[in-house]
């Protein structure tokens, strides 16, 4: 069924259509309330906040990492460019047609540590300093790391729907990260609606995984269309270059629209489970 998904963001209108089957869950609340990755944050309720991460030149080495993947997988789909001038922020210059760029993200979504020249470790060890747990980027079960590049390219739909990650039985016990990289601003930094990881399943209108499609392109995660006590009223924290934004798997986030007129937008997202011992 195509429904519209209207929501606000910074207070401005937005809706799209969505294709899929919607239902309003059970009185329970998937965020424990005790003992969770973010239970020793002054910021638990809020779900999200901003933090420093990276220091000296690692900003712009995992910029030159992720280039370098964007631009393998540009190579890979046969698509001519010339390197020596390509510069993330005008992809959608290069990448012109949905079709291929849904095959550069066919690649970009699915990366690994081991595809970065780049120490995430070290990275993942200074989320575990600001949490007060211990943090790692395997995942156990999909036996393997996850590291995904977010492309979204100017007056495009190249957005997920409002969602929580940890619906999905992997995502339930990780810190959420997105880091900015080219492009991201108070037009088209990721959105977060503050304090819903306290909704409870019955307050929370939603497809059932991989049950979302916007523009034709199918969704893992379950899209979330209606929130009961009103309109979805989104926020953009916009952490500047050198911040991350992090947040509990089950604040509701996402439909991060990109407004600017002529740059691409590149996020890059990392999911760390907690390690419990
Ligand atoms: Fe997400």
Redesign the pocket.
Known sequence: MNKSCNLYIDEVAYDFDVEGDFFWGEDKLLFKSENNIISKMPWKKEGYSVVDIFVEDEFFKLMQSITKNIVKAIKQNGIHFDEATFSLDKYHEVVTTDDLHNKVIDITRNLENSDFDFDIDALTLRFADVLGYKLTSWIEELQKSHIQIRISRPNSLDI?PP?R?GYLSYWEDII?VWIPIVGCNEKSSLPVLPGSHLMSEHEVLRTKSKGAKINGNIYY?PCILEIKSGPIKMIRPNPNEGEALIFTPFLI??AAVNKNENITRVSLELRLPRVLN
């Open positions: 997920n969602h990650d959420n995660v986030h996402g």
